[in-house]
């Protein structure tokens, strides 16, 4: 009987230990998908940002360059109409990466 025992303290060991292994394989499993996900949904996000500014100068290009056409037409001279901010502050983030 004692043979039994020890066969079958044995036999959950290994079971034990499988059991082990097979939950770490799964935890682990997701961990560099869910790595990637985070990177695309960081990259989507910087990307959105960019296209809400490109987006909100360019509302604004069409109208400042109709006003300066207007501008133009009328023959008035110096100064021309103000350079709205938003405008102003792509060209000046165009001028520090270069």
């Known amino acids: ?7 079958a303290t044995a036999i959950v060991g ?3 230990i499988a059991a082990g292994v097979v939950t ?3 935890q682990h499993k997701g961990k560099p998908e869910n ?3 985070d ?3 960081q990259e989507m996000k910087i990307m959105r940002d960019r296209m809400d500014g490109f987006e909100a ?3 604004v290009y069409l109208p400042h360059i109709l ?3 207007l501008h133009i037409e009328q023959g008035l001279g ?3 109409p103000k350079i709205p901010k938003v405008i102003a502050t792509y060209l000046a983030q165009q001028e520090d990466d270069e």
Do not use: F, H
């Open 14 to 16: 290994v079971l034990s």
């Open 57 to 59: 100068r360019d509302r």
């Open 39 to 41: 990177q695309l949904q």
């Open 1 to 7: 009987m004692t043979e039994w025992a020890a066969i």
């Open 78 to 80: 110096p100064p021309a």
């Open 35 to 37: 790595a990637l996900i």
């Open 24 to 26: 770490m394989m799964i």
């Open 67 to 69: 006003r300066l056409n």
